[in-house]
C-alpha cells in the first residue's frame, strides 16, 4: 500500500508530567468523559424536576466505580491469554484494556441502586442517563489514540492514522497508515448522543425505550467498527467475540425499544389498554415493562 502524510500523527506521548505527577493521558480523557457525562446527566434531571446535581454525582461516583470493575472484568474473561500467565497485570488498567459491554451492565445497576436509595423514578433517571453515556464514551475513546492501540486495518484515506514504530503490527512498513477506529467510534458515539436527546423530546420520560434505543445505537456503530480493527481478539464463526456481544446489544435493544414505546403509547397488541388499567398515583413504570414499584 502507498504510504500518505497522515491527518491523524502519532500523539506526543502516553502522559504529561506536572511537576511532580505523571498524568496518563488514557486516564484523563476517562475522567474528562465522565465529568461530561454527570454534567449532562445532572442537567437532565434538574430540567424535569427529578433530581439534582448531587443527585447525579452519587449516582455517577458508583457507577463509573461499578463500571470500571465491570469493564475490566470483562476485559480480562475476553482475553484470558494474556493474563492467564500474569495474574498482577489485571489491575493494571492505567495500560488499557477496559471492555465496555461488561463497564455499562454493572455501571448501569450500581448507578440505579443509588439512584433507588435516594428516591429517585427509575424511568427518570434511565431517560436523563441515555445521552450522557454515549457522550462520556465519545470523549473516553482518545485515550486509545495516546496509547496508541485499537486501531483498524492498513488504509491510505486521507485521515489516516500515523503510530510510532514501536507500535506498529508485525510486517508493517514505518510510516503505514491504519484506520482511526477511536475517531469513529467517538464520532458515532457523540451523533448517538444527540440523537438520543432529539428522541427524548419526542418520546417524553420513556426511559427504558430511551436507554434501549441507546444499546441497540451502540451497538450497531460497534459491531462495524469492531469489524475494522486488528488487535488480537478471541472469534467466533469469523466475528471477533465484541461483534457477537455487538449484535446482541442490537437485536435485544430495538426489541426492548420497541415494546416500551408501545406499553408507552397504551398500546398491546392491537388493543388500546383503557385508562383504568393506568399504574396508580406513586407507581412508576420503568418504561421496560416491569411491574411498577410502590
Known amino acids: 500500500m502507498p504510504l500518505a502524510p497522515a491527518a491523524f500523527p502519532a500523539p506526543p506521548g502516553a502522559s504529561v508530567s506536572v511537576g511532580p505527577l505523571d498524568i496518563r493521558m488514557y486516564g484523563l480523557m476517562i475522567g474528562l ?24 454525582a452519587s ?6 466505580a461499578g463500571g470500571i470493575v465491570g469493564a475490566r472484568l470483562y476485559h480480562v474473561a475476553t482475553d484470558w491469554d494474556r493474563f492467564a500467565d500474569d495474574l498482577g497485570a489485571i489491575p493494571a488498567i492505567w495500560k488499557g484494556g477496559l471492555g465496555i459491554p461488561g463497564g455499562l451492565l454493572v455501571g448501569i445497576v450500581a448507578g440505579l441502586w443509588v439512584a433507588r436509595r ?25 485515550g486509545n ?32 497508515l491504519f484506520h482511526p477506529t477511536f475517531l469513529y467510534e467517538s464520532m458515532w458515539n457523540l451523533g448517538l448522543a444527540g440523537v438520543l436527546i432529539v428522541v427524548g423530546r419526542h ?10 434505543v441507546y444499546v441497540a445505537g451502540y451497538g450497531l456503530g460497534r459491531f462495524w467498527v469492531e469489524g475494522l480493527r486488528i488487535d488480537r481478539a478471541d472469534e467466533l464463526a469469523g466475528l471477533r467475540w465484541n461483534q457477537w456481544v455487538a ?20 398500546v398491546v ?13 406513586g407507581h412508576h413504570d420503568d418504561g421496560l415493562g416491569t411491574p411498577p414499584v410502590a
Open 203 to 212: 418520546w417524553g420520560r420513556n426511559g427504558g425505550g430511551l436507554l434501549a
Open 247 to 266: 449484535a446482541a446489544a442490537v437485536v435485544g435493544g430495538v426489541a426492548l425499544a420497541v415494546r416500551a414505546h408501545r406499553r408507552a403509547s397504551g
Open 269 to 281: 397488541g392491537e388493543d388500546v389498554v383503557p385508562d383504568s388499567d393506568a399504574a396508580p398515583l
Open 33 to 56: 468523559g465522565v465529568i461530561a457525562a454527570v454534567w449532562l446527566l445532572g442537567r437532565r434531571l434538574v430540567e424535569i424536576g427529578a433530581g439534582t446535581t448531587d443527585d447525579a
Open 59 to 64: 449516582i455517577a461516583t458508583w457507577g463509573v
Open 145 to 176: 489514540w495516546f496509547n496508541q492501540e485499537l486501531f483498524g486495518l492498513t488504509t491510505d484515506l486521507p485521515w489516516g492514522l500515523s503510530v510510532d514504530d514501536a507500535y506498529l503490527p508485525a510486517g508493517a512498513a514505518s510510516g503505514t
Open 118 to 142: 435516594r428516591g429517585l423514578v427509575t424511568a427518570d433517571v434511565l431517560w436523563a442517563v441515555a445521552p450522557a453515556l454515549p457522550l462520556g464514551q465519545a470523549i473516553g475513546r482518545w
